[in-house]
């Protein structure tokens, strides 16, 4: 089993939709990511969160929101997304700074119709 | 940023074959990982290898930083190995070794 637990697996939300990923370890890391991989693709960094602040937005469209309300915990909120957003979303943790230990979660299948 | 090259793309082997996945980086870097992804998606993490060589049981891996690759060692391959193995670095000029840049990949299929 994964230390980085990934909820909900799946999740087919309409254009219109508000959802929420949410991400939870107890590894003590201080640095929390997310991560987009479309079909065949290698992972695409989304956000980087270290000490619970938000260190590396890589351009993502608004309609993407992070939030890390604590050490352990990651969300991602999503609203309004397009069908080009259906990807498989990963949140991965690590020690801040050296970027060791990296672990990533089982990850959410989305899909907007 | 950092540009990653894996190869090859793709490897087919027979059960209890070995073989070398090569990594090469555009920049000096200050993590480098190597991480196994199986065919229901899970990426596993295998090496923290920005420097130096590792052992964990069948697998090796050797990076060379000043000459801007590493090199993952795949012994007496098992049907379990198949899957995606990445590359992923993080460039000196990051403050943090935080921001990987993954490579394309390579495709392994292990069949017995």
């Known amino acids: 089993d994964t230390e980085v637990t990934q909820t909900p697996k799946h999740l087919v939300m309409g254009m219109t939709n508000k959802k929420s990923l949410k991400c939870e370890q107890h590894m003590g890391h201080r640095a929390m990511y997310w991560y987009k991989q479309k079909a065949k693709k290698p992972p695409e960094l989304m956000f980087v969160?270290?000490?619970?602040?938000?260190?590396i937005n890589e351009s993502v469209p608004s309609r993407f929101s992070p939030e890390c309300p604590n050490s352990s915990l990651l969300n991602l909120h999503l609203h309004a997304l397009q069908p080009e957003d259906s990807a498989l979303y990963l949140c991965a943790s690590s020690q801040a700074g050296t970027g060791y230990g990296y672990t990533f979660g089982s990850g959410t299948r989305l899909t907007v119709v | 940023g950092i540009q990653v090259e894996q190869s090859p793309p793709d490897l087919i082997l027979q059960e209890g074959a070995n073989s070398t996945l090569r990594c090469n980086f555009s920049d000096s870097v200050n993590n480098l990982q190597w991480f196994h992804q199986n065919p229901w998606g899970q990426l596993i993490n295998l090496f923290y290898i920005p420097s130096g060589t590792k052992q964990n049981g069948r697998l090796s891996a050797t990076t060379v930083a000043t000459e801007r690759y590493s090199l993952l060692y795949i012994s007496s391959s098992q049907t379990t190995d198949s899957g995606v193995y990445f590359c992923?670095?993080?460039?000196?000029?990051?403050?943090?070794?935080?921001?990987?840049?993954f490579g394309e990949g390579t495709q392994l299929t292990v069949n017995p």
């Open positions: 992923a670095v993080a460039g000196a000029q990051e403050t943090s070794g935080s921001r990987l840049t």
């Open positions: 969160y270290s000490y619970e602040k938000l260190s």
